[in-house]
């Protein structure tokens, strides 16, 4: 193979497929539309001449890009700082892990905390009575929150029923539980919660939309939206519901569970879902969901974020000891590392990542400190 820095000689290296939801990805001559110029790139080029000295990538490294690099949620997941120093793990050790934090995984304690917040909007829709609604949440574990509070707010700002809500809040329900349902995690192979429902094909689409690193769990989010019934119910809120589809499409779809903020999110929706009707949308910061402690306190995300590039590139410089989990310096480890940190840097610029550690930090911060 050429391994003189070139279109051809790039595209054919194992660099290339590192550069999953980055401006790279377009590829060589489309990078530059999305703001950055691939071919002029000096630190992309380094990494380049970095792999052509090695000769061979052995097998450990080239499962470390594809797992866990390549796919690196550019959200940030709502496990951050975990889905990266995993990856510093696994670079310190040699080994990929069997288990992938990333894209599409949640653990028990988040899919509960979700499951309490649905059944109180399958209460509201159900019309059940506050009182005894708030009487089942009393006999579970309160996960140290006054769910009679929570379930008040959700009631008092979803209002009065009417077609148009309950249509909302029937599909928002619905795409919650398959969430529960769908996100994996190293004990739950999607076998595990809300088995007392069909939601549509758990295996997600492997083939086309990937697995993030945890074949053969393919991405789900498509499946669910193939239903008969989850079709129906869109096309009546499209042809009915005022601005039906946007609610739709671009909010209660997209309440991904292992997203930093999803609790911060559907705080928003059920607003804007109480909203209907009215001539405005209610106050978006009134904390109906006491969620603060789920999503990130910036000034922490940001304060352990800037130490940590800090240590990538104190190793890269020769520090074995800036950086505890990746050991020894080696070349194989050396590029990697130097892949790492500059996919970091480029999620910064380029993805909602840079929202939650300050390239350009947006919405309400929260309490949860690293």
């Not at 990266?84 to 599409?104: D, H, T």
Request: glycine share 8%; with cysteine.
């Amino acid at each position: 193979m050429e391994n003189k820095w070139s279109k051809d000689a790039y595209e054919a290296s194992i660099s290339a497929g590192c550069w999953g939801a980055t401006p790279y990805d377009a590829g060589w001559e489309k990078s530059q539309k999305l703001g950055e110029d691939l071919p002029s790139s000096l630190e992309l080029r380094a990494i380049f001449e970095e792999e052509m000295a090695l000769g061979a990538v052995p097998d450990w490294a080239k499962e470390i890009i594809t797992r866990m690099i390549s796919p690196l949620p550019m959200c940030g997941h709502y496990k951050f700082p975990f889905p990266i120093l995993q990856i510093c793990e696994a670079i310190g050790k040699e080994e990929c892990p069997e288990f992938i934090c990333g894209c599409y995984t949640a653990d028990s304690d988040r899919k509960i905390l979700m499951s309490y917040y649905v059944y109180c909007l399958d209460a509201w829709l159900k019309d059940a009575p506050l009182g005894i609604a708030v009487a089942e949440l009393a006999m579970r574990d309160s996960l140290g929150k006054d769910w009679s509070e929570i379930i008040t707010a959700i009631y008092k700002t979803l209002g009065a029923h009417t077609e148009h809500k309950d249509l909302l809040i029937k599909r928002l329900v619905h795409r919650l539980r398959w969430w529960i349902k769908t996100l994996i995690w190293f004990d739950d192979k999607r076998n595990k919660y809300m088995m007392d429902v069909y939601s549509g094909d758990i295996r997600g689409n492997e083939a086309e939309y990937s697995a993030y690193g945890n074949s053969p769990f393919g991405d789900p989010y498509f499946a669910e939206l193939k239903l008969p019934e989850i079709q129906r119910l869109s096309e009546q809120i499209c042809e009915t519901v005022p601005n039906g589809r946007k609610l739709l499409e671009d909010k209660i779809q997209t309440t991904w569970l292992c997203a930093p903020k999803v609790f911060r999110y559907l705080e928003k929706i059920i607003l804007e879902i109480g909203s209907v009707g009215l001539n405005s949308i209610q106050n978006g910061d009134v904390p109906i969901l006491q969620c603060e402690d789920t999503y990130p306190n910036f000034i922490s995300y940001q304060k352990w974020y800037s130490s940590f590039m800090q240590s990538l590139t104190d190793w890269l410089d020769g520090d074995p000891q800036a950086s505890g989990e990746l050991g020894n310096m080696t070349p194989i480890k050396h590029w990697l590392v130097r892949i790492l940190r500059h996919k970091l840097q480029l999620y910064e610029k380029h993805d909602p990542f840079g929202n939650m550690i300050g390239a350009q930090l947006s919405g309400k911060s929260g309490s949860r400190i690293i």
